[in-house]
């Protein structure tokens, strides 16, 4: 069974950096996409950034030269640093991962079959 643990969310000033971490067990896929995922209130779940089995990533625009995903080869282990951060950053920030190519569409939450439970991130101005 695939689980998915988020950690490293807080409360921070704008400006200020967070680190994420999303701690991946108990699948097997040869090939994957791992994406983090964020939801604010009374907004639809977003994409933020993802990166697959070979390191290739992929930003939602308006985190671009500000996040960056990584991803540990030889753990199953995911994480976002997050730099020059803002208000809008303020959400609930999962990790997702499947089967599947983090292709043009990697941003559709639906895609994703697994799912952290979450970690909050706080940005005030």
């Known amino acids: 069974q695939v689980q998915l643990v988020e950690s490293g969310g807080g409360s921070v000033q704008a400006g200020g950096s967070l680190r994420l971490s999303c701690a991946a067990s108990g699948y097997d896929f040869r090939r994957y996409c791992m994406a983090w995922f964020r939801q604010a209130p009374g907004k639809e779940r977003e994409g933020v950034a993802a990166?697959?089995?070979?390191?290739?990533?992929r930003y939602v625009d308006s985190v671009k030269g500000r996040f960056t995903i990584s991803k540990e080869n030889t753990k199953d282990n995911m994480y976002l640093q997050m730099n020059s951060l803002k208000p809008e950053d303020t959400a609930i920030y999962y990790c997702?991962?499947?089967?599947?190519?983090?292709?043009?569409?990697?941003?559709?939450?639906?895609?994703?079959?697994?799912w952290g439970q979450g970690t909050q991130v706080t940005v005030s101005s």
């Open positions: 990166i697959d089995t070979d390191g290739n990533t």
């Open positions: 997702a991962t499947d089967s599947i190519f983090c292709d043009d569409w990697w941003y559709v939450a639906a895609r994703f079959g697994h």
